[in-house]
């Protein structure tokens, strides 16, 4: 199964910012990082802030930033989100009727047999699982050195209080 240019973007996102969880980002800076427009980006960005996995906030100082911790982006949830019903064969959509072997067909279960088993192996990781190596990460899109998670925690706990929800602003007109 090939996964959509919006879906490979919408990973790339994630993992950027699930690399250093602390720092927000500027899609200007996902853009140059992965060589994108920044037109396109601006879409996904707006798509996983509206799905609640990003915060994107406007203005001085703005950017986007996880909305939760990574352990809590299923990769699975993502990549239905972004590619829709997935459908590996033009038989498998609504109106298919132009195969004479329709009715007849066995290939259609083996394939929602194998787009099911993607799914499932896709359900086992989250975005942690796929940042674990943040360090490489970090040198390989040119970002500074992330903060171990667990001590900025604490020490975000300890200097600010407790941090109030973010909610992702909608578009205005």
């Not at 915060?55 to 299923?74: Q, S, T």
């Not at 992702?168 to 007109?173: G, H, L, M, Q, S």
């Amino acid at each position: 199964m090939r996964l959509t240019a919006f879906t490979d973007y919408s990973l790339r996102v994630l993992i950027y910012l699930g690399t250093n969880p602390q720092r927000r980002a500027t899609i200007a800076a996902v853009a140059a990082t992965f060589a994108i427009s920044e037109s396109h980006l601006t879409k996904v960005v707006h798509f996983l802030g509206l799905q609640g996995w990003l915060v994107n906030v406007r203005g001085k100082g703005g950017g986007m930033e996880l909305a939760m911790d990574a352990r809590h982006v299923v990769i699975g949830r993502v990549v239905r989100a972004t590619e829709g019903e997935a459908l590996p064969a033009a038989c498998f959509g609504t109106g298919a009727q132009d195969c004479c072997l329709l009715q007849g067909c066995r290939l259609r279960g083996v394939l929602r047999e194998a787009v099911d088993a993607f799914y499932a192996v896709l359900d086992r990781y989250t975005l942690e699982d796929l940042v674990r190596n943040r360090e490489m990460l970090a040198q390989l899109l040119n970002l500074p050195e992330p903060t171990p998670v667990a001590t900025v925690k604490v020490v975000a706990a300890a200097t600010r209080g407790p941090r109030k929800p973010r909610v992702a602003e909608p578009d205005r007109p």
